[in-house]
């Protein structure tokens, strides 16, 4: 089993509406979660870190962390076409940081 | 702003070459890291270093070597370059303790012949 999975997409979406991504996590010592974001032929830039269970929100972005489940989950409201990018999914245990696969959506203007 | 230098972005090497990257911080991080991303497998750990002259293997260390002589700099290795080394390698920086966010240099293509 890979310790990051996420949902494989791609993920299209209207502009404007809401976009989902999920992960989950295999190692239950896991101490925080981001998210980070990858145009095309660029390095990945944070989007958005959580560390406790429940919601966090950023602008149009929430995370939610359950850590029972071992799932992550990313919220995108009122996509824009700008939103259009890879999305990764990252679990930090001790001093190592290890990547979902990403989730490369698409955002319809 | 932190700022992590890859110094090579974009290289073609060929096949049973030895191949160096270099990667720079400048904000006195105590880890660092060699990613390496392919298409549909995302960005997968190769090596990283929690300290000068430390150094423990990730997920897919063989192939490939690691120095860190400076806290600064941390160099990635291939001591002879073959064709599935060809990637886009990431190298990150962190501070000391876990669950401080990432910062990632702006990646070296890699093209082995």
């Known amino acids: 089993q890979k310790e990051v999975e996420q949902n494989s997409g791609p993920l299209s979406v209207p502009e404007g509406a809401i976009a989902s991504l999920n992960c989950t996590y295999s190692d239950r010592g896991s101490q925080s979660f981001f998210w980070y974001r990858q145009y095309s032929g660029k390095s990945p830039e944070l989007i958005m870190f959580?560390?406790?269970?429940g919601d966090k929100e950023d602008g149009r972005f929430t995370a939610q962390l359950n850590k029972a489940s071992q799932y992550v989950s990313l919220l995108i409201r009122d996509s824009q076409p700008s939103d259009s990018a890879t999305y990764l999914c990252a679990v930090n245990v001790d001093y190592k940081l290890s990547f979902g696969a990403g989730t490369t959506v698409t955002v319809r203007a | 702003d932190v700022k992590v230098t890859q110094s090579s972005r974009y290289l073609v090497k060929r096949t049973g070459e030895k191949v160096f990257l270099e990667c720079v911080q400048d904000m006195d991080h105590e880890n660092m890291f060699w990613y390496r991303q392919d298409p549909g497998l995302g960005l997968r750990l190769i090596y990283f270093?929690?300290?000068?002259?430390?150094?423990e293997k990730g997920d897919i260390p063989e192939g490939y070597s690691v120095s860190r002589e400076k806290k600064e700099r941390f160099s990635l290795i291939l001591e002879s370059a073959s064709t599935n080394q060809t990637s886009m390698y990431l190298c990150?920086?962190?501070?000391?303790?876990?669950?401080?966010?990432?910062?990632f240099g702006e990646g070296s293509w890699l093209t082995v012949v």
């Open positions: 990150a920086s962190t501070p000391g303790s876990p669950g401080n966010t990432i910062y």
């Open positions: 959580i560390y406790s269970n």
């Open positions: 270093s929690y300290d000068v002259k430390m150094k």
